[in-house]
T-cell receptor, first 114, second 112 residues
């Protein structure tokens, strides 16, 4: 379909490993967001891109978290030296630049750190 | 912190209208009310948004009080597939790149 696509849907990693999560936004959407959702909680903002520029990374919990969007379309969220508290669902959302258009979410990647 | 208050849970019989309330007493004049829902194991799904007028689309209706301090999302004929967590969010107008601030939402359970 034409929605936001995330991969993998599930990722299991051992503590200390690095992981990379991918987001394919809706074609033509300028804005791209990453959110983290802990079990039983609402999503929480991590970082925001406008095209390839990362304009807000205030929600990234530590310097182990890194995101990029080099060509202004696909984005990757990387977590280095994973820890158990990184276990969560990571959601990607995109929106167009047309005023007040809503964000559209992918189904997320469920990350489990053993 | 979320600027909205919602009941933790609600029940609704299949085929009946589901009316989900939301309080946003500190809403600013330049903030929209957005509603999203999240079905188990899926990402949040946009439902509807409004500024001050009532809105309707193919999914739901949004009723905003005249003072804009509260709103109600109405699902006119709830089905089992409407069972989900419903989030009411306020977000500024004309600010691309503004992150959504989710609260804990209302868990709506629709039963037959």
């Amino acid at each position: 379909g034409a929605g936001v696509s995330q991969s993998p849907r599930y990722k299991v990693a051992k503590r200390g490993q690095d992981v990379a999560l991918r987001c394919d936004p809706i074609s033509g959407h300028v804005s791209l967001f990453w959110y983290q959702q802990a079990l039983g909680q609402g999503p929480e903002f991590l970082t925001y891109f406008q095209n390839e520029a990362q304009l807000d990374k205030s929600g990234l919990p530590s310097d182990r978290f890194f995101a990029e969007r080099p060509e202004g379309s696909v984005s990757t969220l990387k977590i280095q030296r994973t820890q158990q508290e990184d276990s969560a669902v990571y959601l990607c959302a995109s929106s167009s630049e047309v005023t007040n258009q809503p964000q559209h979410f992918g189904d997320g990647t469920r990350l489990s750190i053993l | 912190d979320a600027k909205t208050t919602q009941p933790t849970s609600m029940d609704c019989a299949e085929g009946r209208a589901a009316n989900l309330p939301c309080n946003h007493s500190t809403i600013s004049g330049n903030e929209y009310v957005y509603w999203y829902r999240q079905i188990h194991s899926q990402g949040p799904q946009y439902i509807i948004h409004g500024l001050k007028n009532n809105e309707t689309n193919e999914m739901a209706s949004l009723i905003i009080t005249e003072d804009r301090k509260s709103s109600t999302l109405i699902l006119p004929h709830a089905t089992l597939r409407d069972t989900a967590v419903y989030y009411c969010i306020v977000s500024p107008v004309n600010q691309a790149g503004t992150a959504l601030i989710f609260g804990k939402g209302t868990t709506l359970s629709v039963s037959s």
